[in-house]
C-alpha cells in the first residue's frame, strides 16, 4: 500500500498459431479484461471531447486493439501487455489510515526489449526503473503474431484522493446523463397528463352523466330504452373463457408487482449496495418467493370469484406456471454457455440453491395464500348476471380486438422506452445502473399509465356493448411487452455487434424471458383497474 511499482515484469510467453489466432479473435470481439481491487471494479478514464472536465469511466481495458503500420495498408492487431494501475487512496487525517477509493487503469502495447538471453531476471531496455525510462505510449506496439515473444508489465501509481472512502462508489455511479432522465420523466409525464384528462372527462362528465340519466328515468318507455354500458349489466360479470389461465396470470402479476416495488423501495433508499455483489439479484429472488404468499391468495379470490371449485389445482398451477417456463428457458440457456466454458456460466450448485428457493420457500407460500384466499367469501358483483348470454352486435374496425390491445400497449411502452434504453445498456454493455430514484418516478408512471389506458379503452368497450372485457383489459396493457421485444429487436441489431450465434440466442432468450415477465405485470395492473372501474360504474347505477 502506497508504495509505487514499475516496471514489474509478470510473465513471458511466446505465441504459437493457436493462441496468436484466440488473441485475435478477442481482440475483434473487443473483448475486456476486467479486475477488482478492494471491490472496486477496474476503470478507463476517457476525457469526454464535448465536456472540458467530464470524465467518462469504462469498465475494464480492451485485451488489444486493430490498427496500420504508416505506408502498409493491411492492418495489424497488437495486444495490452503493459497496464498502469492509478490507485487513488484517501488519507484519514485523524486516524492516519489510508483507504482505496479508487482504481484507474491506463494500457499500453509496448515491444518490450533486453539484452541476451531471458531468464527471467533480465532488465528490460524499453522499461526501466533504474534507468527511470517508463512507459507512457506505445510507440513500438507489441503485434500479435505466430511466434511472437510477449512480456507482460505493470507499473503502480498511488494517488491521494479527496474522495472519502463511504462516497467511493459515486464516481462509479454518476456516469449517467442526468437531463436525459428528466427528459424521459418528462416526456411520460406528458403522456400521464393527456390520458388523466381523458380518464377525468370520461368519469366526471360522460359517466356522471350516464349515471344521473340511467338513475333518474320516469316512464316504463324509458326503462325499455335502455343504452350503451348499463345495455349489459346482466353479462359483464360474466365468467370469462379460460378464467383458471387469467387467474394464475393475474396471481403471478401481484407477485412480479409486489418483488418490484419493495426492491426499489430498498434500492432508493440505499439498501442494495453495489459493494454487495449479486446483491440486487439475490434481493429480487428471495423477494420473488416471499411474495409467492400473495400471488396464491389472489389467485385463489379470482378463482373462487369464478365459481371455481378446485383451489389446489389452481394454486399450484400458480407456483408452477412463470417460475417453470423461466427455469427451463435459464437452464438451456446456461447450458448453452456451460457448453462453450464460459466462466459467465451458473455454476449447478446456485441452480439446486435455485430449485430449493422456489420449491422450499415459493411453492409452501404460494400454497399457503391460496388456501387463506379460498376461505375468504367470494367476491359479490354489484349486478346480478344473467342466465342467458346476449348476443355482442358487430363491431366497428377501430373497436375490435387485435386492433384495441395493440393500441393499448403504446402509451405504456411510449412512458418508459427512455429509461428501458439505459437498463438495456447496464445488462448487455455492462454498465452501472443505480438511479433507483428515477427508476421509481418511472415505475410509478408505468403503473397510472397501464391503468388509465386500460380504463378508458374498458369504457369504450362497454359502450359500445362489448361485455367480453376479463381477457382484454389483461392484454390492451400487457401487450406493451410486444412492444418492448421489438424494441430489444431493434437495439440488438443498432447498439450491439453481436456476431455469434450463441450470444444472439442468448440476448433473444433473456429478452423474451423479460417481455413475458413485463406482459404478465402489466396486464395485472391493468387487470386490476378494469376490475375496479367495472364495480363501480355498475354499483352507482339503479339496477331493477
Not at 469504462?58 to 497488437?78: N, P, R, S, T
Not at 489510508?98 to 533486453?114: A, C, L, N
Not at 438511479?435 to 397510472?448: A, M, R
Request: glycine content about 6%; overall charge neutral.
Amino acid at each position: 500500500m502506497r508504495e509505487p511499482q514499475l516496471c514489474n515484469v509478470v510473465c513471458r510467453i511466446t505465441l504459437n498459431a493457436q493462441t496468436s489466432k484466440e488473441f485475435k479473435e478477442k481482440i475483434d470481439d473487443e473483448y475486456r479484461v476486467n479486475m477488482i481491487l478492494d471491490n472496486l471494479p477496474l476503470v478507463v478514464p476517457i476525457r469526454r471531447p464535448d465536456h472540458d472536465s467530464s470524465t467518462v469511466y469504462l469498465h475494464g481495458f480492451l485485451v488489444g486493439l486493430k490498427g496500420l503500420y504508416v505506408g502498409h495498408k493491411e492492418e495489424k492487431y497488437f495486444i495490452h501487455n503493459h497496464l498502469t494501475f492509478v490507485v487513488k487512496y484517501h488519507r484519514d487525517p485523524l486516524t492516519e489510515v489510508s483507504r482505496i477509493v479508487g482504481f484507474e487503469v491506463k494500457p499500453f502495447s509496448v515491444k518490450h526489449e533486453y539484452e541476451g538471453e531471458w531468464n527471467g531476471k533480465n532488465r528490460l531496455t524499453t522499461c526501466d526503473p533504474h534507468a527511470k525510462k517508463i512507459v507512457s505510449g506505445s510507440e513500438s506496439p507489441q503485434q500479435v503474431e505466430d511466434r511472437d515473444e510477449i512480456i507482460f508489465t505493470y507499473d503502480v501509481e498511488f494517488m491521494a484522493s479527496d474522495v472519502k472512502w463511504a462516497y467511493r462508489w459515486d464516481t462509479y455511479l454518476l456516469m449517467a446523463d442526468d437531463q436525459i432522465h428528466w427528459f424521459s420523466i418528462v416526456n411520460s409525464l406528458m403522456i400521464v397528463l393527456f390520458l388523466s384528462g381523458m380518464v377525468a372527462m370520461i368519469m366526471l362528465r360522460t359517466l356522471y352523466r350516464d349515471i344521473s340519466k340511467y338513475n333518474q328515468l320516469e316512464t316504463q318507455e324509458e326503462v325499455q330504452e335502455e343504452t350503451g354500458w348499463k345495455l349489459v349489466h346482466g353479462d359483464v360479470f360474466r365468467p370469462p373463457s379460460n378464467s383458471d389461465l387469467l387467474c394464475m396470470h393475474v396471481g403471478t402479476g401481484v407477485q412480479f408487482f409486489g418483488m418490484i416495488l419493495v426492491t426499489m423501495i430498498f434500492g432508493a433508499l440505499g439498501f442494495l449496495s453495489p459493494s454487495n455483489r449479486g446483491g440486487l439479484m439475490t434481493a429480487m429472488l428471495f423477494l420473488w418467493a416471499l411474495m409467492g404468499l400473495f400471488a396464491g391468495y389472489s389467485s385463489a379470490r379470482l378463482y373462487k370469484m369464478f365459481n371455481g371449485t378446485e383451489w389446489k389445482r389452481i394454486t399450484l398451477r400458480t407456483a408452477f406456471m412463470f417460475p417453470a417456463t423461466a427455469f427451463a428457458v435459464f437452464f438451456l440457456l446456461n447450458a448453452l454457455i456451460w457448453g462453450k466454458r464460459s466462466s459467465g456460466a451458473v455454476p449447478y450448485g446456485t441452480m439446486f440453491v435455485l430449485v430449493l428457493l422456489w420449491f422450499g420457500i415459493s411453492v409452501p407460500l404460494v400454497y399457503v395464500g391460496g388456501y387463506v384466499g379460498f376461505r375468504k367469501p367470494a367476491i359479490e358483483h354489484p349486478v346480478k348476471t344473467s342466465k342467458i348470454a346476449r348476443q355482442i352486435p358487430e363491431q366497428a374496425w377501430y373497436m375490435t380486438s387485435v386492433i384495441s390491445i395493440l393500441i393499448g400497449g403504446i402509451l405504456p411502452f411510449g412512458a418508459v422506452f427512455v429509461e428501458l434504453f439505459f437498463i438495456l445498456t447496464s445488462i448487455w454493455l455492462h454498465q452501472f445502473y443505480y438511479i433507483f430514484g428515477f427508476l421509481f418516478i418511472v415505475f410509478v408512471i408505468l403503473l397510472i399509465t397501464c391503468a388509465e389506458i386500460t380504463v378508458v379503452l374498458c369504457y369504450f368497450q362497454l359502450c359500445s356493448e362489448d361485455y367480453l372485457w376479463w381477457w382484454r383489459s389483461f392484454l390492451t396493457s400487457g401487450s406493451s411487452a410486444l412492444y418492448l421485444f421489438l424494441y430489444a429487436t431493434f437495439y440488438f441489431f443498432t447498439k450491439l455487434e453481436i456476431t455469434k450465434p450463441v450470444s444472439g440466442v442468448l440476448y433473444f432468450g433473456y429478452m423474451l424471458l423479460l417481455s413475458y415477465a413485463f406482459f404478465v405485470f402489466t396486464g395485472t395492473i391493468g387487470f386490476y383497474a378494469c376490475f375496479w372501474f367495472t364495480r363501480l360504474i355498475y354499483s352507482s347505477v339503479k339496477i331493477d
